[in-house]
Structure formats: C-alpha cells, structure tokens
C-alpha cells in the first residue's frame, strides 16, 4: 500500500476525532463551545475538503479507467452511478439479465 495514501487516511481520522472531541469537550459548557467553535468549524471544513479530494480522485481514476477499456470499470461505473444496469449474456434463443439468472437456465 502506498505511504501517502496510508498519509491521507491518518489525516483525515485524525481530524475527525479531533473534532469530535472538541465537539465533546464543549458540549459540556455553552460557554466553552462559544470559545471553541470557530475551531470545530474549521476542522469540520478541512474534513469536508479532504473527502470531496478523495472523492474526486476516484472518479478521475473510473473515468481514466473507462476511457482505456480497463477491464471491471464498466461495471464498476455502472453500479457506482446507481442506475442498476445490470450487465446483459448473450444465450443462444434467450436474452438473460444478469449472470444470477443465467445460471437458472436449463439448456437441452
């Protein structure tokens, strides 16, 4: 596994608690979250910003993928995109669905 992305992972969960725990901590007092409040905010913001960066990695990669025929990501943006386009098998005299069905099929 790659250092930077094991990097990124950390970075992120730390951040998350971080927050969590500041949100903890003033939840206790109305007081202390006035105090801590732009810093709960601003972690939450550096979260948000971390994951829309990972996020937008991926689908980079499953658009990079697609385009170069990489075998799986046609099925991989298919089921990501949530349209439930189940890939089609070509059996002789019938037209099947998915692989779930075509084992359910009896040839003679």
């Known amino acids: 596994m790659n250092w930077r992305r094991i990097g990124l992972v950390m970075l992120c969960a730390t951040i998350g608690v971080s927050a969590l725990l500041l949100l903890a901590k003033s939840a206790q007092n109305s007081s202390e979250f006035s105090r801590l409040q732009l810093w709960i905010l601003l972690l939450n913001v550096i979260g948000v910003i971390a994951l829309t ?3 937008a990695r991926k689908l980079w990669q499953l658009v990079r993928e697609y385009r170069n025929h990489v075998p799986g990501s046609r099925l991989t943006a298919a089921h990501g995109t949530g349209s439930h386009a189940s890939p089609r098998i070509s059996v002789p005299g019938k037209r099947v669905r998915s692989a779930s069905s075509a084992s359910r099929l009896q040839f003679a």
């Open 53 to 55: 960066a990972l996020l």
